[in-house]
């Protein structure tokens, strides 16, 4: 059975930095590609950033050269590692993943993951 479990979110004053952790389980395929995503009380999930099976990674304009998505394959662990935090970045994380080989232009949509973690709140303050 697929599982994700998430870990690493917190507390801290903007332009700190987390660093945030999922663990994969159970995914037997040649193909996963991975993502992280956010949500805001009432909004929808959005795209913050992914990476497909061959490495190649995507993120949004809003945490373009802040964040830093990448993988240890030999851990089955995904990150995401957010500097210079804004406030506005506060949301529940979440780690996706789907057994394809790549997303193409489809990264940043909620609906082509099929495996989901828990979610890890992150919290912003001014």
């Known amino acids: 059975q697929e599982q994700l479990m998430e870990s690493g979110g917190g507390s801290v004053q903007a332009g700190g930095s987390l660093t945030l952790s999922c663990v994969s389980s159970g995914f037997t395929g040649r193909y996963v590609s991975m993502g992280w995503f956010r949500q805001i009380t009432g909004k929808e999930r959005e795209g913050v950033a992914a990476?497909?099976?061959?490495?190649?990674?995507n993120y949004d304009d809003s945490v373009k050269d802040r964040f830093t998505i990448s993988q240890d394959n030999g851990k089955r662990t995904l990150y995401l590692k957010m500097n210079s935090l804004k406030p506005e970045d506060t949301a529940m994380y979440y780690c996706?993943?789907?057994?394809?080989?790549?997303?193409?232009?489809?990264?940043?949509?909620?609906?082509?993951?099929?495996?989901w973690g828990q979610g890890t709140q992150v919290t912003v303050s001014s």
């Open positions: 990476i497909d099976s061959d490495g190649n990674v």
């Open positions: 996706a993943a789907d057994p394809r080989r790549s997303f193409g232009g489809s990264w940043y949509h909620w609906y082509v993951y099929n495996y």
